[in-house]
């Protein structure tokens, strides 16, 4: 079957899109608002684009009424945010802070998350997270339904047991993050497998 997004509709492109782009890592973005009040929220539009400079990508949409989200007005003001990788023991949490609240509710401690202060940045970090990356925005790209939001990764903190002994690479059996798939379809990756190319070609 052949689609013409030129034609599609919103809500068919992004059935298409988020169907058969996947599994897609999940950041929980944690930012403050102009009180200092936590907010939290996931977002499966999000990966890592770069190392040099270390840039992460966020997709946010608005709220369904057009009005920016919590996440997006909170980054705007503060240029800053935290995103949090999430395994299965935070997933159910995860999912509390999707929830449409009213500005200003803290998801962090509704889904009884812990926020622990960061290092170089003012948004909370939330401590059961095996993973964070402090970021700095450092571009937004504006579209009538999506806010593309570069962040840089000025400080990364992981969990020392989710690392190997020299302290390098990731332990795989005991980080393993969830991904979303489609609708409230989730993966987790206890199961995975090494592929390597040894040909001579």
């Known amino acids: 079957m052949d689609f013409d997004f030129t034609r599609l509709s ?3 492109r992004y059935r298409l899109l988020t169907n058969f782009v996947g599994p897609r890592p999940i950041a929980l973005v944690s930012t ?4 200092g009040r936590h907010n939290a929220a996931p977002m499966s539009f999000f990966n890592v684009f770069s190392h040099e400079p270390p840039i992460v990508i966020l997709g946010i949409q ?3 009424d057009g009005s920016p989200k919590d996440t997006v007005a909170n980054l705007r003001r503060s240029g800053e945010f935290v995103v949090h990788m999430v395994d299965m023991a935070i997933a159910r949490a995860m999912l509390v ?8 509710q803290d998801e962090i401690a509704l889904a009884g998350l812990t926020a622990v202060p960061a290092r170089q940045v003012g948004a909370p970090r939330i401590a059961e997270s095996p993973c964070a990356m402090e970021c700095r925005t450092e571009q937004i790209i504006d579209y009538p339904r999506r806010a593309i939001v570069l962040g840089r990764v000025v400080q990364m903190f ?8 020299a302290g390098r690479y990731v332990n795989p059996e005991t980080y393993q993050p969830i991904a979303r798939l489609h609708a409230d379809n989730y993966v987790t990756s206890d199961r995975q497998i090494v592929l390597t190319d040894d040909s001579d070609a």
């Open 10 to 12: 919103d809500d068919d």
């Open 32 to 35: 403050i608002d102009a009180e």
């Open 62 to 64: 608005p709220r369904e």
């Open 97 to 104: 802070t999707g929830r449409d609240l009213p500005p200003g």
């Open 158 to 165: 992981v969990r020392d047991a989710c690392l190997d002994a």
